[in-house]
């Protein structure tokens, strides 16, 4: 692994990175390193963005504040590429909402995994706040978000009240893999998983990913993808890393996602791997352009 960082590209002009567990733990401030990383990217006009599995919304678009970075981020990749915001271009795309009847099909289809194994869900979009079988990762994310929870359990008319873009789904890596085989088999490709986290799946339409996103975003601001750098640790980030010019994986990330990444940060979320990386391949290095 360290010896392919003998052949890191060598001119940068795009970075995007993943949010929690790469930038930051969920909620978190950034780590002092990484904001000086970035601020000094910035003043070499490097475009910075981010890239999420998360809906954009106003607290999204407003990270860099949120962060005291003191500018916001260039573009940011959300849904885990189903929408690309160029704040730059005032460019947005959006992928199409699930509909109730599909919601209502899915939920039908995996109510007796859902029922049997407890599993949490979720959605994202039109600010649904419905929820099943609450547990503390829900009430977690309900807490730092501020997002209030709408008891469905074993509602599914209740449950689907809207169009959304996406489920989650909290439970044990097995049931999880149940889950995903089961969509897989059924829906041949409809529909996509992927982890966001251990134990955390997400279900959303085929053929989005964060690696098509930042291609999309390059392709707006005819930017060649060699000279773009990214940051992940999971797997709904192992796309953006093998679509980015340089894949770097955080050393506490996902073993797949490390695997497949360019190279790996010397320090974990939580000690600034991200700003660390920068400042010593990066901003160090007098082979890298900007």
Known sequence: MYLRCIYM???????????DMTLSSKGSPLPEITIQALKELHKRNVKIGLATGREITEAEKTKGMFWTLGFEFDFIIGMNGGMIYDRNLNKSFTMDMLSVKEMKEILTFLMPIIEENKVSVNVEGNQLHNVMN??????????????????KTGDIDGFCE???YKFLFRTDPETTQLIRDQVKEQYKGKYQTIETFPGTIELMYSGFSKGRGLEMYCEWN?????????FGD??????????SGWG??????????????????DYDCLDGGVGHYIFDHILNNKDVEF
């Open 162 to 164: 809207k169009p959304v």
């Open 134 to 151: 609450i547990n503390n990762h829900l009430l977690d994310m309900s807490k730092r978000r501020n997002i209030p929870l709408i008891d």
């Open 234 to 243: 999971n797997e709904n980030d192992s796309s953006l890393l093998l679509t």
């Open 222 to 230: 005819q930017i060649h993808l060699e000279n773009t750098i990214a």
């Open 248 to 265: 770097v994986c955080l050393k506490d990330g996902n073993p797949n996602t490390k695997a497949l990444a360019d190279d790996i940060t």
């Open 9 to 19: 590209i060598n001119k940068i002009k795009v970075l995007a990175a993943d949010v």
